[in-house]
């Protein structure tokens, strides 16, 4: 290979590196004359959640498979007309697990022995009204939902909450920058660059509703406040 045609391809091997850190370096329309400044701020607020998401199902136990699935489904259908009774459209129900499992008994030095089977189904519910959810829980269980786990409480629609966040973290980035500026004896010339790194409503302690009994009654749900939370990223110039 000529000698000079080598050189020119290890020179340029050794300057890519270099060239490919100067490309992702951030670029700005007019050069920064003093000093830059990287702040992340945080703003929040807090809503009242108005979505309950629960889940509720129902588990049968049958010597056969066909039992099991054909108990299940029955039982299944009064939980769904309970549903629809209480109001709750279609869109709002949703089915999230179905299934179908073998159960064994086992004794030791012997082979494992089929004793029936465990047929499941679940659906998702929203409810809309969280004021209803307890009394619809409870007629849920009166017609033989026996596995209910939840809630899960949420905002449905939380743009002006995370638009209120927003405002407060470009106040709170602001704010640090001119306290930086006022230690070091300089000012804040110009805001140079925002990035939004995130935001998202930060669910409330869920509690955990273990496998439901006929017996329960006067269920209440308790929505509390749920906060909403954006991250930004604020660059300034000093001098």
Same mark, same amino acid.
């Given at each position: ?12 091997? /050794?300057?890519?590196? +270099? $060239? ?5 370096? #951030?670029?700005? &329309?007019?050069?920064? @004359? =003093?000093?830059? /400044?990287?702040?992340? +701020? $945080? ?5 009242? #959640?108005?979505? &309950?998401?629960?889940? @509720? =199902? ?182």
């Amino acid at each position: 290979m000529n000698r000079t045609l080598f050189a020119g391809l290890a020179l340029a091997a /050794l300057m890519a590196p +270099a $060239t490919a850190t100067a490309q992702s370096a #951030p670029t700005f &329309a007019q050069p920064i @004359a =003093g000093t830059r /400044l990287d702040i992340a +701020a $945080t703003g929040e607020t807090t809503r009242v #959640p108005d979505i &309950a998401i629960i889940s @509720a =199902g129902v588990v049968t136990r049958a010597s056969s498979a066909k039992s099991a699935l054909s108990q299940n489904a029955a039982q299944m259908e009064r939980v769904r007309a309970a549903l629809k009774r209480a109001g709750i459209a279609d869109r709002d129900i949703q089915t999230s697990n179905i299934s179908l499992n073998p159960e064994y008994r086992y004794v030791e030095n012997q082979p494992p022995r089929l004793t029936g089977y465990t047929a499941s189904n679940q659906v998702s519910v929203r409810f809309r009204d969280i004021g209803s959810t307890g009394d619809i829980l409870d007629a849920l269980v009166a017609e033989g939902a026996n596995q209910i786990n939840g809630p899960s409480l949420t905002i449905d629609k939380p743009e002006q909450a995370m638009d209120e966040a927003r405002v407060k973290a470009l106040a709170a980035g602001r704010a640090r920058a001119e306290l930086y500026a006022r230690s070091l004896g300089m000012r804040v010339v110009r805001l140079l660059a925002v990035t939004e790194s995130g935001s998202y409503a930060v669910p409330p302690p869920m509690p955990v509703m273990m496998e439901a009994r006929a017996q329960a009654a006067n269920t209440k749900i308790d929505p509390g406040e749920q906060k909403v939370q954006v991250s930004v990223g604020m660059t300034f110039e000093l001098q």
